[in-house]
């Protein structure tokens, strides 16, 4: 089942900050994140392994809730480049399911 | 030197028609997945392959067939191709299973007219 992240879409002036959510109904072993520009592929931005950790990469850090199965990623001082469709992605233990969620539409404006 | 590499990037074809799209991977990677994105951008998996072995189908139709020559190349078959298989259609590697990052290819969009 694909975890569900909110907003679907989210419109920012540039400076401004985002927080994305992603949320499993299933135990989340690992969440991945993902940025895909128009008509490109998803390229990786971090990867969270344990339950808690947080992430940094430049001016986006996320973060992992093992217990509520969540994730967050924050967006701060937001730029241009960073308009895109972000997804989450998930992989279970034992499993070579790789899933991702229902993606989230952000669009930074001059 | 292109990490995932798919082929061809644009597919136009008629109602009924067979074809095929190729995926290349020079990363080492194990396990390599297709992906259908669709209209709403929603990334569903289609198929994971483990060193050349399917290992997941997710109840995708008959008429799509992966192949697996060797574990850096996985294609995608589909025949009789209907109208709602028109969409954007990711091949990706990954080193193990789903504790790694996936690497994309630049994907295919398939139009069926």
């Known amino acids: 089942q694909q975890p569900v992240q909110s907003p679907q879409a989210v419109i920012l002036r540039e400076g401004e900050d985002a927080v994305i959510n992603c949320s499993s109904s299933k135990a989340l072993y690992s969440v991945h994140w993902y940025r895909q520009k128009h008509g490109e592929a998803p390229v990786f931005l971090m990867i969270l392994l344990k339950g808690g950790e947080q992430k940094g990469h430049e001016k986006i850090s996320a973060s992992f809730n093992e217990k509520k199965q969540q994730s967050s990623l924050y967006l701060t001082a937001s730029q241009l480049s960073y308009s895109g469709t972000y997804f989450c992605?998930?992989?279970?233990?034992?499993?070579?399911?790789?899933?991702f969620g229902t993606g989230t539409r952000l669009k930074v404006l001059a | 030197d292109t990490a995932v590499s798919q082929t061809p990037k644009y597919l136009v074809t008629q109602m009924g028609n067979d074809k095929s799209i190729k995926c290349e991977q020079n990363l080492g990677h194990d396990t390599m997945y297709w992906y259908k994105q669709d209209s709403k951008k929603f990334l569903k998996i289609m198929f994971s392959?483990?060193?050349?072995?399917?290992?997941i189908n997710e109840t995708v139709p008959n008429r799509f067939s992966p192949k697996s020559p060797d574990k850096a190349h996985l294609n995608l078959h589909i025949n009789s191709l209907e109208l709602g298989d028109s969409a954007v259609y990711f091949c990706?590697?990954?080193?193990?299973?789903?504790?790694?990052?996936?690497?994309f290819g630049q994907g295919t969009r398939l139009t069926v007219v």
């Open positions: 392959y483990n060193n050349k072995e399917l290992i």
């Open positions: 992605g998930t992989g279970a233990s034992g499993t070579y399911k790789y899933i």
């Open positions: 990706a590697s990954s080193y193990s299973q789903g504790f790694t990052e996936a690497f």
